[in-house]
């Protein structure tokens, strides 16, 4: 393997009011349906879960989760910075056998030098690899575009779960961002178990 792996990296969740960041960290194959992939918040519901199932199934990818107490340690930056790492690293654990599995030939030495990896926005993640950020990368790079949606959805269901737990806060609806009825109700009732309690209402 001579050729750089492209890896695209992403963050859901920087917004919010309460719930966790999450990230997506994503090596395409050349095979790949691109013409799935879409900036997250560009794509339905529906597209984005759909797309999901064939990054999970095709790709090589990882998932990183900070909660909502560790967000208000050391701020949303560090924080998505964070998830973006343990993205890293997930995928970076999977890349030896995923190119194997695709009669790619592993490199002897460092794997890590031979992959080039993009992230959205304007701050990198300490990861041991080539990086470099792009604002508006999840709008032009397939590879961030995966991670952008593998991130939103992976979220989106955690957010779900939470609004089982906490149904009165509304989450399946806004999941967590600050919507006037989200604002509400915490004013009402205070403040769920999940809020980022840094964040300004």
Not at 86 to 108: D, N, Q, T
Not at 140 to 163: H, W
Not at 165 to 187: D, E, N, S
Request: charged share 30%; net charge neutral; with cysteine.
């Amino acid at each position: 393997m001579t050729d750089k792996l492209i890896c695209g990296m992403d963050e859901a969740g920087r917004g919010p009011l309460a719930g966790p960041v999450t990230a997506g960290c994503v090596i395409l194959p050349e095979d790949f349906p691109f013409e799935i992939l879409n900036d997250s918040k560009k794509l339905s519901e529906k597209k984005r879960e759909a797309a999901e199932k064939v990054i999970m199934e095709k790709a090589c990818w990882g998932i990183g989760v900070v909660d909502h107490e560790t967000i208000d340690q050391m701020n949303i930056l560090r924080a998505s910075m964070f998830a973006m790492k343990i993205a890293y690293e997930m995928m970076r654990a999977k890349l030896p056998e995923w190119l194997k599995s695709r009669g790619i030939e592993v490199p002897a030495g460092n794997l890590d030098s031979y992959i080039s990896a993009i992230t959205d926005g304007t701050s990198n993640p300490e990861v041991p690899c080539e990086c470099r950020c792009e604002p508006k990368a999840d709008g032009k790079y397939p590879e961030v575009m995966a991670a952008s949606i593998i991130a939103k959805v992976e979220r989106d269901k955690m957010m779900l779960e939470f609004d089982r737990l906490y149904p009165q806060y509304g989450y399946a609806k806004h999941k967590g961002y600050p919507t006037k009825a989200h604002i509400a109700v915490c004013r009402e009732i205070g403040m769920s178990p999940i809020q980022r309690r840094t964040f300004k209402f």
